[in-house]
């Protein structure tokens, strides 16, 4: 019902989304903030509908949470530019491995912003390409999952399934309404849904507008896991910081090479990822075990006497310089 009476006043509502544009008083929260440590210290932007910060024991996960609570998390023009602004400087971070968007527990996200959207025209969002931008949560190069917990709907399951991977708590709901309200998915939707749940629940879900549960998202593959609301956020830490301890380049290249089934043939797509693969050989520090003997490795806990790294003819690496770089860089380690 209140959505109803949302519709209705919309006209009313053009500058809906105005209270996101910071305003001197915004600028202050978040120069206090910044003060306080609690924001994102890499970045060049103060944020006015998203928080951002470095989270993970090591600092290397990336964490986005949408921050419109009245909203519901609608995702007004200023909300998705804040986003992409967050994401390019989590790219340039070398310490950040792995990124996090989530919302909050009742939405991760209630769709595109309609009060923000009733108002144009065919004319404007046809030459400004209209929403075309989104379409950078995809083309980010670091692994990034999302975490839904409360609604995923329109444009919000549509930035989810932008993610490499999507969590989700046990209440979440997913939905392509927009048929709802006259319209189709303009974000991906009919895409990456058909792709993901197949084609007949795919249609179901974009001709009906009917909502799916967290556990028929797990069911249809739409999701990889489901977790208690409240415990959803810290799994899904757990699984980022995993991912950000792996090699960069690895993970970046492991997620060009699954991102390309969607776009190529089997055979295309199975030589882009042996080439991937044997590009990586370029960037291991090969060693390998020249003698078995007994040594407690800390983490690795392996057994060897020595190690010869032969690669680029470096000489015979000692012991302990063996073992501190497994224990510093274990991923990066290959024992033959
Ligand atoms: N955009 C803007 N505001 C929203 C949105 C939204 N997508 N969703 C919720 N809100 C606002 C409500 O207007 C309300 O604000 P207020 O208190 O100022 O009226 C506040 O969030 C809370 O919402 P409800 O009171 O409705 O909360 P409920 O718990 O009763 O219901 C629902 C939650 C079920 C999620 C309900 O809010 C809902 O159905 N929301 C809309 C979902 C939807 O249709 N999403 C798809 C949007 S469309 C899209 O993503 C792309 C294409 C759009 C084309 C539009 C052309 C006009």
Not at 25 to 47: D, M, V, W
Not at 79 to 105: I, P, Y
Not at 256 to 266: D, H, P, Q
Request: charged share 20%.
């Amino acid at each position: 019902m209140a959505l109803v009476n949302t519709i209705v006043g919309a006209l009313k509502s053009a500058a809906a989304c105005r209270y996101a544009v910071p305003t001197s008083s915004s600028l202050l929260q978040r120069h206090n903030r910044l003060a306080l440590g609690n924001n994102y210290n890499g970045g060049s932007a103060f944020y006015s509908n998203i928080t951002v910060e470095k989270k993970g024991k090591k600092n290397n996960v990336g964490f986005i949470q949408l921050n419109r609570p009245k909203a519901l998390n609608a995702l007004c023009d200023a909300l998705m530019k804040e986003l992409q602004t967050a994401l390019s400087d989590f790219s340039k971070d070398e310490e950040v491995g792995c990124v996090v968007l989530t919302g909050s527990n009742k939405a991760f996200a209630a769709g595109a912003d309609i009060k923000e959207m009733q108002p144009r025209e065919f004319a404007e969002v046809y030459k400004g390409d209209f929403l075309g931008f989104w379409n950078s949560i995809s083309l980010f190069k670091k692994p990034i999952i999302a975490a839904v917990n409360g609604y995923a709907l329109g444009g919000g399951c549509e930035i989810a399934m932008m993610c490499d991977i999507i969590y989700a708590g046990e209440k979440a709901k997913f939905g392509q309404p927009e048929i709802l309200l006259g319209t189709i998915p303009g974000g991906g939707g009919t895409q990456r849904l058909t792709q993901a749940v197949g084609k007949s629940k795919a249609m179901e879900m974009v001709l009906t507008g009917d909502q799916i549960s967290a556990q028929e998202a797990l069911q249809f593959g739409l999701v990889a896991n489901v977790y208690p609301v409240e415990e959803l956020v810290d799994k899904v830490m757990e699984k980022a910081e995993k991912i950000a301890s792996m090699s960069q380049i690895a993970t970046g290249m492991a997620k060009e090479a699954v991102n390309s089934s969607y776009e190529m043939t089997l055979a295309e797509g199975i030589h882009l990822e042996r080439r991937l693969f044997h590009s990586t050989f370029a960037t291991i520090l090969k060693l390998a075990i020249n003698s078995i003997g007994s040594c407690n490795m800390g983490i690795i806990n392996a057994k060897l006497i020595t190690c010869k790294q032969y690669i680029r003819n470096v000489p015979l690496l000692d012991l302990k310089t063996c073992a501190r770089i497994m224990r510093t860089a274990p991923t990066c380690f290959y024992v033959k």
